[in-house]
């Protein structure tokens, strides 16, 4: 279905553009953008194009779906890097993503991070801590997300926190990993394939710490929706990460694909209310600068948008 969409992309582009006739297209992806800038060409439009970058554009064909994407990385990397250096402007939300196009020898016309509607986890106050040894984690079981390392982390914190439970919340190729798990640990694994916002944030309150430890992200959203839940973070040190939850404040940071370490550091926050206490804070205060406006966004889009056009 991948190929088929990205084979029909630049056909649709000059459908689009022929009917709508923008002055600025802004495309979410640089491989996107590239099959939309061949689609520019076929239309004959004189429509700026925006690289609208969220991660690294590595990360599709190496950590999604089958392992036979592996075979398309050098023309997806191709095709990303002609992207950044042909289209009009590049828009990227964090500064890792602004050094993965600034890598590239191109400089971002703007950074800022993509509307996020926050409501559901901004209606109440934080509610204190469980005393239930509880840890929650929202995402795609896809390699991108690591969900294969926690799973591997999860078995030996049970073997210290013998009462910890998981909440897993996501779908994806690595589901028979989960539910090996859920079939091995029982009474230790709790998996949700979907859940909307509002239960999402009722599964923050219900634990004590989010774990995500993805092998790569541009930002990561759901830190920030911890954050507004007063809730910390057990991660890896990787992507955007960083840029939105800091080590030893408000949240504990390892190496991607240590599975050793990232069990240590969920014990460690298990055992350690305090700690714990103090990750969630720290991510609560944190959190508040990624809280923008519909307004404000759309100022930001408009700037980006005379920007170009200029």
Known sequence: EGLVHHAALPFRARHALRRFRPEVAIVQGAQETALVLLGRMLARSRAKVVVDLHGDWRAPTRLYGSSLRRALD???????RLALRRADGVRTITPYTSGLVRAEGVEPAAEFPAYMDFAAFTEHAPVPLPP???????????RYKAFDVLAEAWRRVVR?????TLHVVG????????????????GNVRWDRVLPAPEIARALDAARVLVLP??????????????????GLVGSRVGGIPDVAQDGESALLV???DAASLAAALIRVLHDDDLARRLGDAA??????WLVSPEEYARRIRDLVDRVRA
């Open 132 to 142: 239930e040894p509880r840890v929650l984690f929202v995402g795609v079981l896809e």
């Open 284 to 289: 609560h205060a944190s959190a508040q600068r």
């Open 171 to 186: 779908r994806g190729r690595l589901e028979p990993v989960a539910r090996a798990l859920v079939a091995d640990l029982p």
């Open 214 to 231: 993805s092998r790569s992200e541009g930002m990561g959203r759901v830190v920030i929706e911890a954050g507004l839940r007063g809730r």
């Open 255 to 257: 190496e991607p694909g």
């Open 160 to 164: 210290e926190v013998p009462d910890a």
């Open 74 to 80: 050098p023309l997806a990397d191709r095709l990303a």
